[in-house]
């Protein structure tokens, strides 16, 4: 039984401000972010995230499994993206040798190009919507922040419910 149902810790009034901050400026940045690569490559910046990963890959490749872990999306979600990766031509899949049932995707050199030509205005983007707007001290303390959040919801736990394992 849920005993946080039966007796919730309500958030306080500052921690509800904090909370509300952070979600009206995730959902801000994410379609800031958005809008410019879809202006900029026609990509929204979840397969922008797919693509510089496979870019900072050896040989330009990863297991389909470890690609999705590092996008932090389902499978299903990275299947879609990688097939319209394909589609454009940035990327492609190849077969693993060593197992009959996993894949690889590899990073084309069209999907270079598309990359280096879109960096520079990602990280233009990047910096103007938050470092510009930050001290170095906050920059820090955001940096730290987040790594915190970040580690308490991906245990290492056998069996946890990540997005890359589902």
Same mark, same amino acid.
């Given at each position: 039984?849920? @005993?946080?149902?039966?007796?919730?810790?309500? %958030? @306080?009034?500052?921690?509800?401000?904090?909370?509300?901050?952070?979600?009206?400026?995730?959902?801000?940045?994410?379609?800031?972010?958005?809008?410019?690569?879809?202006?900029?490559?026609?990509?929204?910046?979840?397969?922008? !995230?797919?693509? $510089?990963?496979?870019?900072?890959?050896?040989?330009?490749?990863?297991?389909?499994?470890?690609?999705?872990?590092?996008?932090?999306?389902?499978?299903?979600?990275?299947?879609?993206?990688?097939?319209?990766?394909?589609?454009? !031509?940035?990327?492609?899949?190849?077969?693993?040798?060593?197992?009959?049932?996993?894949?690889?995707?590899?990073? @084309? /050199?069209?999907? *270079?190009? $598309? %990359?280096?030509?879109?960096?520079? !205005?990602?990280?233009?983007?990047?910096?103007?919507?938050?470092?510009?707007? *930050?001290?170095?001290?906050?920059?820090?303390?955001?940096?730290?922040?987040?790594?915190? $959040?970040?580690?308490? *919801?991906?245990?290492?736990?056998? !069996?946890? /419910?990540?997005?890359?394992?589902?």
């Amino acid at each position: 039984m849920n @005993t946080a149902s039966e007796n919730p810790r309500w %958030l @306080t009034d500052e921690e509800q401000r904090v909370w509300r901050a952070y979600l009206h400026a995730s959902t801000l940045l994410e379609d800031h972010l958005d809008r410019q690569l879809q202006r900029d490559a026609g990509m929204p910046h979840v397969y922008y !995230g797919l693509i $510089v990963a496979l870019a900072e890959a050896p040989q330009r490749r990863l297991r389909m499994t470890e690609l999705a872990m590092k996008a932090k999306i389902t499978r299903s979600r990275l299947s879609h993206a990688i097939a319209r990766l394909e589609k454009n !031509g940035w990327v492609r899949r190849e077969d693993c040798p060593s197992d009959k049932r996993g894949q690889f995707a590899v990073l @084309t /050199d069209e999907g *270079l190009k $598309v %990359l280096e030509q879109t960096a520079p !205005g990602h990280v233009s983007a990047v910096r103007q919507a938050v470092f510009e707007r *930050l001290t170095p001290e906050q920059q820090k303390s955001l940096g730290e922040i987040m790594q915190i $959040v970040a580690e308490g *919801l991906q245990p290492n736990e056998a !069996g946890a /419910d990540l997005p890359w394992l589902r």
